[in-house]
Structure formats: C-alpha cells, structure tokens
C-alpha cells in the first residue's frame, strides 16, 4: 500500500454502482466486475475525492467502531487489491 501521506483517487476506467450493502465495480478496461461489502463502500465512498490512506482510515474510524490499528489493516489491504487489480491509482 502506499505511503499514508500519497493521495489515492479512483482508476477513471473504473465504474461503480451500489450492489446489496456493498458497491460492483466495473474495470472498463477487462470487463471485469469486482464487488466490496459495506466498509469497502465507504472506502469506495470516500475516494470520490482524492484522498490518503490515513484519512481513509480516519474517516473509517469514525463511520465504525473499529479500533484505529484494526482499521489500518483492512483498508490498507484492500487499497493494496484495488491498486494491484488497477482500480485506484496514486495521484
């Protein structure tokens, strides 16, 4: 994952609906959807600007009660799948 100060913003080839609890997204490039469940849909919410991965946390903390420590891992694991299938990208 990059470094907490990096700015991520979404892949411009990447589209996205609401999908049961979670968000579809849709790599425009291979056709391929992929799906995030609910904390992937804030992550994905807050995207809609660009943004750090420690402000991705943050926001994350205080939309769930979720330990800060807890939510470092599981967003940095997931930016690290978005940026791997190329879905967001460094600013």
Known sequence: MP???V??????????????????LLDLRTNVY??????GAAVWD????PQSSGKIVEGICAI????PQVAQRDVAALLAD??????????
């Open 3 to 5: 470094d907490v100060d």
């Open 7 to 24: 700015l991520l913003k979404r892949a411009p080839q990447c589209m996205s609906c609401p999908f049961g609890a979670g968000v579809a």
């Open 34 to 39: 992929f799906t995030v469940n609910t904390v």
């Open 46 to 49: 807050l995207l809609a600007t």
């Open 64 to 67: 769930y009660d979720v330990p």
């Open 82 to 91: 978005l940026a791997r299938r190329g879905l967001v990208e460094v600013v």
